[in-house]
């Protein structure tokens, strides 16, 4: 790996920081991809070798990610915030071609609200299903927040009331903004909560948004998922790659339903358009496929997702250990109960005045930026993706330590 490139640590939240060696790698194929003496921003996407790739691409995500015959994966553009729109039509066409009698009384679409993005979920969900659906609200974690405000928590499972027979369950496995996450450890109180599930063994329509959380682990009960959806961006690649997971059930002809009353879905965002099509029924994002495929070629030199788990576990918790220690001291302050704090977006506050703008303004003179919170919340923001590195870690923790001590002398 080159050392000469005046590069600083990115904590961003995205697009985020992608491994050194990939971005080096990628250069040589923006020139001549795989010896075709066409770089890959210009190489047709109906090649065979740009299908060969993407053949490939999508058997390294199957096999890192156990995925079953049952599903299917797709690759498309718009970001998490296009399959918003996207799960919703296609999961109302679904419902309606079991269901081709229901009202909109009875065709209800549960949503489990823990943080900006699933709360603009539910807001989108309603802006595309007034007088065709129901959307309901399973449970809204700022109910449970030490303000009554906050997104700081995932609620405690007796308050999960999901919907008898819903046409889509959705919730948001991680969210970036807040620095909130369902726990890894299934038997958390913050691990979501799967036996409270409608409908044992059927096929449930239970929908997740992994954005920002793809790739750094295994998915739990993946199988029992209907669509699995994450835009590109935090782990894996570059802006402008949205990867689906779909079960089979799911993928429908949503012209029958349109027939029959669902609302029309637009042939870019049908899941049967890109099943049918391979991901090609247009033009996809071939740059950042192809960028992806070498972040899942690396993954999987370096012991795949198990190797990906450890280290993001490791990275976390000692970056949650120098916030409390902080806490303790009155410096920093959480911004997220225990138990339900995200492993890729660790946030929390700086105290005193003018402390975070000192604490930003140090952090980029040591030559580490995209600290700062979201603009919706404020304070600061630890984005740790796969791509950060123990030792990144280790420099911002010594930083922290280091603005600790300062806080203290002058107090």
Wanted: overall charge neutral.
């Amino acid at each position: 790996m080159s050392s000469d490139h005046a590069r600083v640590v990115n904590f961003g939240a995205g697009p985020s920081a992608l491994p050194l060696s990939v971005l080096e790698e990628a250069q040589k194929g923006l020139v001549n991809f795989n010896g075709t003496g066409i770089g890959i921003a210009e190489l047709s996407h109906r090649s065979k070798e740009f299908q060969a790739f993407l053949d490939h691409f999508e058997q390294n995500i199957r096999t890192q990610l156990d995925v079953p015959p049952t599903h299917r994966i797709l690759f498309t553009q718009g970001g998490g915030t296009g399959q918003f729109a996207a799960v919703v039509l296609n999961l109302l066409a679904r419902h309606r071609l079991l269901h081709p009698t229901a009202t909109a009384e009875e065709t209800v679409l549960d949503y489990v609200v823990t943080g900006s993005w699933s709360k603009k979920a539910a807001e989108e969900a309603r802006r595309l299903t007034g007088g065709v659906a129901t959307v309901r609200t399973v449970v809204d974690s700022r109910v449970y927040s030490k303000d009554g405000k906050a997104f700081d928590n995932i609620p405690p499972h007796a308050e999960f009331a999901f919907s008898p027979a819903p046409a889509l369950i959705y919730y948001c496995e991680n969210e970036t903004v807040d620095g909130v996450e369902f726990s890894h450890d299934a038997h958390s109180p913050a691990a979501f909560p799967f036996a409270r599930l409608p409908q044992p063994g059927a096929l449930v329509p239970l929908v997740a948004d992994y954005s920002s959380s793809f790739m750094c682990r295994p998915i739990p009960r993946l199988a029992d998922h209907a669509v699995i959806y994450a835009g590109a961006q935090k782990n894996i690649g570059p802006a402008g790659l949205t990867i689906l997971i779909v079960r089979q059930d799911c993928i429908v002809d949503v012209d029958a339903a349109a027939k029959l009353g669902a609302p029309p879905v637009p042939l870019t965002l049908s899941y049967k358009t890109l099943a049918d099509s391979g991901s090609l029924h247009n033009t996809p994002a071939v740059l950042p496929i192809y960028m992806a495929g070498l972040v899942l070629e690396r993954m999987k030199a370096h012991g795949g997702l198990p190797h990906y788990e450890e280290l993001n576990r490791r990275k976390a918790q000692k970056l949650y250990a120098v916030v409390h220690e902080g806490e303790q001291k009155g410096v920093f302050r959480r911004k997220v109960q225990q138990g339900s704090e995200s492993w890729m977006n660790a946030v929390f506050e700086v105290l005193g005045e003018g402390a975070e703008k000192r604490f930003l303004e140090g952090a980029e003179k040591e030559g580490m930026k995209g600290l700062k919170g979201h603009r919706s919340v404020g304070g600061i923001r630890v984005s740790l993706y796969n791509a950060i590195t123990d030792q990144e870690v280790d420099k911002l923790i010594a930083y922290m330590t280091q603005f600790m001590g300062e806080a203290e002398k002058s107090s």
